[in-house]
């Protein structure tokens, strides 16, 4: 496959030394980032390390307690009015899917746009119906998430955040809780969905997906971003030592 | 032919089978469950046939006092001379099918609205006007119908009233003070903490009293409540304390995830609550819930400590006139049925409810 693999102008997301602490323990250690709108990022590391915080500061899913986090231009302050726009822009999806189970898959895609968007009910069904046969799953539209397999669900969840129309898209190990038949599956929508210019930051140890579609892959362990290049530098030649123990354990 | 005679071949034998069969796996199998049928057997022999008797071949059923005393059974005259005050109390005797028709309204309404299908707009109205027709009903001083003052309604109609309001109130009220109390403001919560724990600690008695004795005192000289509403608020405010705490252990048994994905799609608070977590945590204790219901639906009793005269008052009064006296097994059997049959009906729709309501599983 060849994807496009330079980023456009313009600024997306912005981290200026932000801190975190969960207690006692200081998850994020003044991480600076900043992510141009179009670029892809894979972030990679051993668990606890922070990747997945970072990714959740991002939609004010977990709050950071120093530092500056801007996303699309607007900064994450506890305005909560501030808080519920930039949700509605950045779509995020989880590790274990987190479909709402009482409600039919298409009712489920429906439900931001119909309540958060306003849009009309029948519009809305029509987007959600798009975006199903998007992810290949239009078949399954009057089920309930209950009946599907893993990864039909995640590829739901994946619909379910395009249905807001968002400028960023958050995956946070959307893999890691797949049957290993099931992951391609959900991998080639994500490739599809990089194909099509989405402003991606992917938490994922799928060093595949990071080499074919990541313009940037960044190594995190103990609440900082220990390195980041591009996949071709990361995987030849890490830099640091923890880098390339990691890369030893997770490549076998 | 020869096919047929195999398959007859390949049958079952017939002790495993049919009635002999489901006799012997459901009452006979083993020595410890085929003793206990024995028994079981024996103490019906002995106990049904005179309960038959006493209730259906020797009693009287539309006789005076007097005569119930000579025969040997059941005296149900009891009932049949006086169910118009054991069902109506106090209420004027000719107007008796004012509370008859609110009662109906009533029955049918609740029974129209048992199909989720019917929710629609109309069904809202419908209720609006039908409680409208059930307190014109009742009340009366407009087209024609005599004024009944309330201090006059009991029996069945004021059961029915005290408990179908207090349950409706109180479910609405105790799913706020659930969310109130899981709240990150701390006025809030506080507030509601104290509320649910004040309130169950004390016996529902004690605050009805206080709704009736208490409460008028720090009300200025001329100013009363009526009493029936005063009753009514005490349940109300006693139930939804119980149905607070249950709520909330429907809404602490949902995962994390579901707050997340909701709030990541830009959901603000009212609308988590409205579209996703209530409908799958209060789903969750539909059969706690109806627990409480039923519980305080039996618990409108209660008001005869304050002198309304509910269904059960009533009939205590009945029973107090010297020529039904000694009839109390014959008036609780029927009070009994009467409360069997409401709290049999609301586990019914409940289980119909979880059945509908679990699609999704």
Redesign the interface.
């Known amino acids: 496959m060849n994807i496009e693999k330079k980023a456009s102008e313009g600024q997306m997301i912005e981290f200026l030394d932000v801190h975190k602490w969960f207690g006692e323990f200081h998850v994020l250690q003044g991480i600076n980032l900043s992510v141009d709108k179009q670029e892809r990022i894979v972030i990679c590391g051993p668990s606890g390390s922070g990747k997945s915080t970072l990714i959740r500061c991002i ?1 004010r ?1 977990e709050e950071h307690q120093r530092g500056r986090i801007v996303v699309d231009g607007i900064e994450l302050i506890n305005n ?1 009015k501030n808080i ?2 930039i ?2 822009e ?3 999806v ?1 590790q ?1 899917f ?7 898959i298409v009712q489920n895609l429906s ?2 746009p119909i ?2 968007r306003k849009t009309p009910k029948k519009e809305a069904e029509e987007t959600a119906m798009y975006y199903l046969e998007k992810v290949h799953i239009a078949e399954q539209a009057r089920k ?3 009946q599907l397999s893993g990864g039909q669900q995640q590829r739901v ?1 994946i619909a ?2 395009l249905c ?1 129309n968002p400028k960023v898209m958050l995956f946070d190990e959307p893999t890691s809780a797949l049957d290993p038949e099931m992951i391609k599956e959900v991998l080639d929508v994500m490739i599809e969905l990089a194909q099509e210019g989405m402003t991606m930051i992917v938490v994922t140890h799928e060093m595949g997906f990071a080499k074919s579609v990541a313009h940037r892959v960044l190594f995190m362990d103990f609440g900082k971003i220990v390195e980041g290049n591009t996949p071709e530098e990361f995987f030849k030649n890490p830099q640091h030592e923890r880098t390339k123990l990691f890369l030893s354990q997770i490549l076998h | 032919m020869k096919q047929a005679v195999q398959a007859e071949e390949l049958r079952p034998p017939v002790t495993s089978i049919g009635v002999i069969g489901w006799i012997k796996n459901n009452l006979f199998n083993g020595t410890p469950n085929s003793v206990l049928t024995l028994v079981t057997l024996f103490f019906l022999w002995k106990t049904v046939p005179p309960l038959f008797r006493w209730a259906f071949l020797d009693s009287a059923w539309h006789t005076t006092g007097q005569a119930c005393r000579e025969a040997a059974g059941a005296c149900w005259s009891i009932i049949s001379m006086n169910y118009r005050f054991i069902l109506f109390g106090f209420y004027p005797y000719e107007e008796h099918w004012r509370p008859f028709l609110a009662m109906m309204i009533l029955v049918g309404l609740l029974f129209y609205s048992r199909d989720r299908n019917h929710w629609k707009k109309t069904l809202a109205y419908a209720w609006i006007i039908g409680l409208f027709a059930m307190g014109l009903l009742m009340k009366g001083g407009l087209f024609g119908l005599p004024s009944v003052e309330s201090t006059q309604w009991g029996g069945l109609p004021l059961t029915l009233l005290l408990a179908i309001f207090g349950l409706t109130a109180a479910y609405p009220l105790g799913v706020i003070l659930a969310l109130g109390r899981r709240s990150k403001m701390r006025g809030i919560k506080v507030l509601c903490i104290l509320y649910i724990e004040l309130i169950r600690g004390v016996p529902l008695i004690s605050l009805l009293f206080m709704s009736s004795i208490i409460f008028p005192l720090f009300l200025p000289e001329g100013v009363t409540f009526n009493k029936i509403l005063r009753a009514q608020v005490a349940i109300i405010l006693f139930t939804a304390a119980y149905i607070a705490e249950v709520v909330r252990g429907g809404l602490q048994g949902m995962a994390r995830g579901q707050y997340e994905a909701a709030e990541s799609i830009g959901l603000n608070y009212y609308l988590t609550m409205r579209l996703i977590i209530l409908p799958q945590a209060l789903k969750i204790v539909i059969p706690p819930t109806v627990s409480i219901l039923i519980s305080a639906f039996k618990d409108t009793s209660l008001v005869v400590i304050i002198a309304l005269f509910d269904l059960l008052k009533t009939t205590q009064s009945v029973l107090s006139n010297p020529e039904w006296m000694g009839f109390s097994r014959e008036a609780y059997v029927f009070v009994a049925i009467l409360y069997f049959l409401g709290c049999f009906s609301m586990s019914n729709y409940s289980r119909k409810l979880e059945r509908e309501l679990s699609r999704g599983d």
């Open positions: 939609n899913l909560i519920e726009k949700r509605a950045v779509g995020m989880f274990h987190n479909l709402f189970p009482h409600l039919t439900l931001g309540w958060v309930y998430p209950g969840a379910r955040s807001m």
